[in-house]
């Protein structure tokens, strides 16, 4: 499975932006899909995941509200749309999936994923 995420930029507090991750290869996994996030000089950390399986979500406390995950299946993307951004959310994100289910507490544990792509850095400005 390759994952290639996009669609990060440079936005203004309060803006919105739109991040993809487009999977290749073996796709017919029914792993779930999470997005994670790292600043500089800071570990990787949770943002969402969705489960492909019962399409359930889950977010971290930090945005939910603000983000959404979702997924075009047709297409293999996974999208995290992203509104009312703070220059908190300025880090490099990544989409991350693995083979097989898990369950929804351990999706957002970064090693429970064995698939991901390359970042995509998103900045916001004050």
């Known amino acids: 499975v390759q994952l290639q995420a996009s669609g990060g930029g440079l936005v203004q507090a309060g803006g919105s932006l739109r991040l993809s991750c487009a999977a290749s290869g073996r796709t017919s996994s029914s792993g779930p899909v999470g997005w994670f996030r790292q600043a500089p000089g800071k570990e990787r950390e949770f943002v969402a995941a969705?489960?492909?399986?019962?399409?359930?979500?889950v977010y971290a406390g930090s945005v939910k509200g603000r983000f959404t995950i979702s997924r075009d299946k047709a297409k293999n993307t996974v999208y995290l749309e992203m509104n009312s951004l703070k220059p908190e959310d300025t880090a490099v994100y990544y989409c991350?999936?693995?083979?097989?289910?898990?369950?929804?507490?351990?999706?957002?544990?970064?090693?429970?994923?064995?698939?991901w792509g390359r970042g995509t850095l998103v900045t916001v400005s004050s």
């Open positions: 991350a999936t693995r083979d097989g289910r898990v369950v929804t507490s351990a999706m957002d544990q970064p090693g429970q994923y064995h698939y």
């Open positions: 969705l489960d492909r399986w019962t399409s359930g979500t």
